[in-house]
């Protein structure tokens, strides 16, 4: 099942989201459903609070992403439930990022380059990985998700005060954007 995608505005995306518990029912047909949302709206990373859903959720599906031009990133597509970010290491670097929540909109964020995150998989198998370029990008911002938090919370103060009116259209519904959406208002 297709869900709509929350759009900026609104407070789900505010939210800092709950843990599942491990006898949530229908966990795996949720995840499944969130591969076949971001799939739909073509997104890399999809996290449970875009769907309405305030859950520590995620998943990614970065394997037709290119890293620096040329190299691919095969075999990333994860979901990701629980996730504790244990640690971010190395330089902060800059990257064009976008979200399916703000529709049409990108802005360099910069992050630190590693991750360290433990998850259970969809299998209920605890992990415990590193990560790095731009799968610790992805990660990092699915994860700001599930605490409230949207990439641009995280760009120059001026760049955002131009981005007002198309914040506040997209709040409204007004984007132009080929996947279903839903507005605080609605
Ligand atoms: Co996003």
Known sequence: MIYPIYVYGSPVLRKKAIEIPEDYEKL??????M???????????????????????????????EEDD?????DFKKAFINPV????????????EGCLSIPN?????????????RYFDSEWKLQDEEYDGIRA??????????????FTDKINPLR???????LNAISKGRVDVDYKIKTAAR
Do not use: C
């Open 28 to 33: 795996g047909q949720l995840v499944d459903d």
């Open 35 to 65: 591969f076949e949302t971001m799939g739909h709206s073509e997104g890399v990373g999809l996290a449970a609070p875009q769907i309405g859903l305030s859950l520590r959720l995620f998943v990614i599906d970065a394997t037709q992403v």
């Open 70 to 74: 040329e190299e691919f990133v095969p």
């Open 85 to 96: 970010l244990l640690d971010t290491k190395g330089q902060e670097v800059g990257y064009n």
């Open 105 to 117: 909109i990108r802005e360099d964020v910069f992050r630190p380059e590693k991750v360290r995150i």
């Open 137 to 150: 990008r992805i990660i990092q911002h699915e994860y700001d998700h599930l605490e409230g938090i949207l």
């Open 160 to 166: 955002k005060r131009l981005l007002t009116g198309k």
